[in-house]
Nanobody, 122 residues
Framework: QVQLVESGGGLVQAGDSLRLSCAAS????????MAWFRQAPGKEREFVAD????????RYADSVKGRFTISRDNAKNTVYLQMNSLKPEDTAVYYC???????????????WGQGTQVTVSS
């Protein structure tokens, strides 16, 4: 069974940085695109970034492009989200997501972590 466990969230001030981690278990991690999503209070869950299985291809939401960086360490079964120049509008619960289909660049995501809260004060 696939398990995704996020960590690294917290309360920071605008302009600060945070690095989120997502530890995956339950299957071979290195064959799957991985992604980060977020959900702010009263809003729908939205895509933040994803990274291909080998790490060669990344994609970002326009709202985070140039500030956030997604990366992965397949040896550690972990995907990261480095968040710089944080803004109050980045406040949300951040979720790690994984698909059930291997080797697909833009998959449907079937597995989700429990989320980690990021709060950015102005």
């Amino acid at each position: 069974q696939v398990q995704l466990v996020e960590s690294g969230g917290g309360l920071v001030q605008a302009g600060d940085s945070l690095r989120l981690s997502c530890a995956a278990s339950g299957r071979t991690f290195s064959s799957y695109t991985m992604a980060w999503f977020r959900q702010a209070p009263g809003k729908e869950r939205e895509f933040v970034a994803d990274i291909s299985w080998g790490g060669s291809f990344t994609r970002y939401a326009d709202s985070v492009k140039g500030r956030f960086t997604i990366s992965r360490d397949n040896a550690k079964n972990t995907v990261y989200l480095q968040m710089n120049s944080l803004k109050p509008e980045d406040t949300a619960v951040y979720y790690c997501a994984a698909p059930s289909v291997r080797l697909v660049v833009r998959p449907k995501y079937d597995y989700w972590g429990q989320g980690t809260q990021v709060t950015v004060s102005s």
